[in-house]
């Protein structure tokens, strides 16, 4: 099976830098998303890492290390509007079959 | 314009009832899926289907059966619904075509069982 660790709660304050981590198990990895989820909402696309390294998709960032077993997303020149939960999610084989974390739950204060 | 759809957003029903919800995507996606969201927000899949075809059925219990009439539809029809059932459930679609498929997510149906 999967285990995948992210953790619970984080808080940042606004304008700063936060880095969200994710320590996940398992086998036949093929690739790893992070989604964002609003209180009340549907999960959204944020990123998308299969080879190790960063990609770099404007305020976001997300990196992978695929020996390590481990990623982060990173949030840069933080608003308000960026208090949400984050969700990492590890897809395991060919088909779309995508496990996910618990999730984090960032709190953006002023 | 809504690209995921489900019906019911809400559905607060009695234990021992059969319910349904419906999703319908207008992305030409070739598979979608059944989510179901605890109340701590563990997002975990249920089904998948591609083509119409069911390709993934996690340990569910049989009262939960999927249809997909065809590749724009995926239904869920939950029997003898337990209080356990509450919770919210996501239906999502994505293609299958390449590595970096992303999954989007229908807006959520929020099941409370009384």
């Known amino acids: 099976g999967q285990n995948i660790d992210q953790p619970t709660e984080m808080t940042a304050t606004e304008g700063a830098i936060v880095q969200i981590n994710c320590t996940y198990q398992?086998?036949?990895?093929?690739?790893l998303f992070w989604y964002q989820q609003h209180a009340g909402e549907a999960p959204t696309f944020l990123s998308y890492n299969v080879l190790d390294g960063l990609e770099e998709k404007g305020r976001f960032s997300s990196f992978l290390s695929r020996s390590k077993g481990y990623s982060y997303l990173l949030l840069k020149e933080l608003q308000m509007k960026d208090s949400a939960s984050y969700l990492c999610a590890v897809r395991v084989g060919g088909y779309q079959k995508v496990t996910f974390g618990t999730g984090t739950k960032l709190q953006v204060i002023p | 314009d809504t690209a995921v759809s489900q019906t019911p957003k809400y559905l607060v029903t009695q234990m021992g009832n059969d319910k349904s919800i419906k999703c319908e995507q207008n992305?030409?996606?070739?598979?979608m899926y059944w989510y179901k969201q605890d109340s701590k927000k563990f997002l975990k899949i249920m089904f998948s289907y591609n083509n119409k075809e069911l390709i993934i059925n996690e340990t569910v219990p049989n009262r939960f059966s999927p249809k997909s009439p065809d590749k724009a539809h995926l239904n869920l029809h939950i029997n003898s619904l337990e209080l356990g059932d509450s919770a919210v459930y996501f239906c999502?679609?994505?293609?299958?075509?390449?590595?970096?498929?992303?999954?989007?997510f229908g807006p959520g149906t929020r099941l409370l069982v009384l």
């Open positions: 999502a679609s994505s293609h299958q075509r390449g590595p970096q498929e992303t999954q989007y």
């Open positions: 992305l030409g996606h070739d598979t």
């Open positions: 398992t086998s036949g990895f093929n690739g």
